[in-house]
């Protein structure tokens, strides 16, 4: 089964989402996902036992790097298909304190902030020294020409508003272009990208920041490093050598010692849903409800972690409640605002609910439960533990509806 080369937007990837084939026919991304994965995997153990002797899987730990502004979503989807997942942007910045001095030193003062920009795939060119391009035209794109244009590729290049003779098919497989068309291809994403970096750098939160590493393949283009460096003078530009590896060699350094990352900083506030005693001063009358002897409000947005806010690796928040039930039901929630007040504000949204079964031979007010958030991974992880019992639940989430 062929399939498109056409990128599926992870950034809300849900288990759901399905792909398109060559031949029009659709089936679930997910299972493709973890193919893809289970391929690379065979084909490195296969690698491995050819070059070298004693070596076990166990021996090995997978990581898998993602982007950074994925949702969790999407990261549970990867975590399901692969094993460990490491953020691109950090993969970059590890590998980047191993290099020379001059990028060492601008990192790894106390305190120093900088800025990350990761440019993906390799599309290196210079059209300073080249004046021309060879590329090489599959036989797929001739026949696309034709089949939706109802023109040769030759027609088609013909019909373009450009100078004579800027493309020229040579032999049939191959176009000489001039290198100012290569770069009028990629003017206006770089123009996007540098008012992106100018409009991060302009925030306030940004101040500090003095230094950008470009790593990625793309950031190897001089013509790239030449318009950020002329267009955006007041930073200071550094690019690794290999930046188009940076990622790569950052994941490998932090599967071997995770902990290389000490903390991060919340995408979102994350709370449960819960009742809170009604208070007349905060609370509207229209709210209250009266329950067990007493009113109450439902539906309070109780914060463990605010949107913004530096949690290190491993930090642990625990409430502690009573349960009202047979069964605890504790639904977590997220939003990007920094002090939500109820979980049915616009933009509050439920993430997952972990579900723990209570004693009924126990009376219900001398069991307590404990509700733990664990934050500073690459994941959240939410548990819940029933003192009196022992018995505890871990947050599963609810990402593939």
Known sequence: ??????????????????????????????????????????????????????IEETDILYVLTVPAIWEDNAKKCMRDAAVALALEPECASIWCETLGMDIKGAES???AQYMVVDLGEKRIFDTVKTKHFIVRVSASLRKLAKKHSKQSLEDRIAALDIQENSITPKACDKLKIVGTII?????????????????????????RVQTVVLVGGFGESPYVQERIKNEIPAVRMIVPEDAGLAVLNG?????????????????YTYGTKVFSEFDEKKHPCDKKVWKNGGWWVPNCFNVYARVNEEVRVED??????????????????????????????PGCELIGTVRLENSIDIPFEEQDIEDTFVFGDTELLVKTKNMATGKEAFMTFECFK
């Open 1 to 54: 089964m062929g399939f498109w080369a056409k990128k599926i937007h992870c950034l809300h990837l849900k288990k759901d989402v399905t792909v398109e084939d060559i031949c029009g026919k659709r089936m679930k991304a997910f299972p493709l996902f973890a193919m893809s994965i289970n391929f690379l995997r065979e084909h490195l153990l296969e690698m491995v036992t050819k070059q070298m002797i004693g």
């Open 251 to 267: 994941a490998v350094r932090f599967g071997h010692n995770p902990a290389i990352v000490c903390s991060r900083i919340m995408k």
């Open 316 to 345: 642990q928040v625990t409430m502690i409640g009573t349960p009202y039930s047979k069964v605890s039901l504790t639904p977590v929630y997220r939003t990007i605002q920094e002090n939500p007040e109820y979980v049915t504000d």
């Open 183 to 207: 770069q009028s291809w990629f003017k206006r994403p770089i123009d996007m990208l540098i008012q992106h970096i100018r409009s991060f750098l302009a925030e306030a939160k940004m101040k």
């Open 109 to 111: 003062i106390q305190g």
